[in-house]
């Protein structure tokens, strides 16, 4: 029996079940044992792919974060006016949030406490700063309203999509990702008022 667990595990499926341990019992209170039992394996086999519990982080981090990046590399987010890239930017990050939820969750969850998590960090302030400035220079443009700081505008919009974790859960009577995608988009830059 152990050796068939061994010949259906892979890397990947070994990362799924860490990310969601890391998620249930927090990346600090989470240990090798945790993850051996979680994952149905020894300790041996998964350092047999792994050099720890940070590699796997790191992988799952990057996975999230990998994601987010590759939003500012897509034509719509390279070309065109301001008001519409930052659109389409805010659009496409619900939906790696939610094609990615356990991952983007992670992500969200560090706090600095290892190089790794500094490095995740390092990361999401820099694919932040660079939503900014497409806010400001759609801003610029007078395609968005300045009515609002740009600084406390984008956390606004970071505010609520990255709240999306806490509350999503796919489900095929419930929201989609795109009803969500285009909730999102209609409140950041519509509003709720009418008129």
Same mark, same amino acid.
């Given at each position: ?81 301001? #008001?519409?890239?930052? !659109?389409?930017? @805010?659009?496409?990050? *619900? %939906? =790696?949030?939610? &094609?990615e939820l356990p991952y983007v969750t992670l992500l969200l969850r ?26 400001? #220079?759609?801003?610029? !443009?007078?395609? @968005?309203?300045?009515? *609002? %700081? =740009?600084?406390? &505008? ?42």
């Amino acid at each position: 029996m152990t050796t068939a667990r061994r010949d259906t595990y892979t890397p990947e499926t070994l990362l799924a079940v860490a990310v969601r341990v890391f998620n249930e019992r927090g990346y600090d209170g989470t240990s090798m044992e945790h993850l051996s039992k979680a994952a149905g394996i020894s300790k041996s086999s998964i350092y047999h792919h792994v050099s720890g519990k940070e590699e796997l982080l790191r992988r799952a981090v990057s996975r999230a974060l990998d994601g987010l990046f590759a939003i500012l590399e897509e034509e719509h987010a390279r070309v065109g006016r301001p #008001a519409d890239r930052l !659109e389409h930017v @805010v659009r496409r990050m *619900v %939906e =790696v949030l939610i &094609a990615e939820l356990p991952y983007v969750t992670l992500l969200l969850r560090v706090r600095g406490n290892t190089a790794t998590e500094r490095w995740a960090l390092e990361r999401r302030r820099d694919f932040d700063h660079r939503v900014a400035e497409l806010l400001k #220079a759609a801003t610029a !443009e007078g395609d @968005v309203g300045g009515d *609002v %700081e =740009v600084r406390l &505008a984008t956390r606004l919009v970071f505010g609520m999509i990255n709240s999306i974790v806490e509350w999503y859960r796919p489900d095929p009577r419930g929201a989609s990702a795109r009803d969500v995608s285009d909730a999102v988009v209609r409140l950041v830059f519509s509003g709720l008022r009418r008129g």
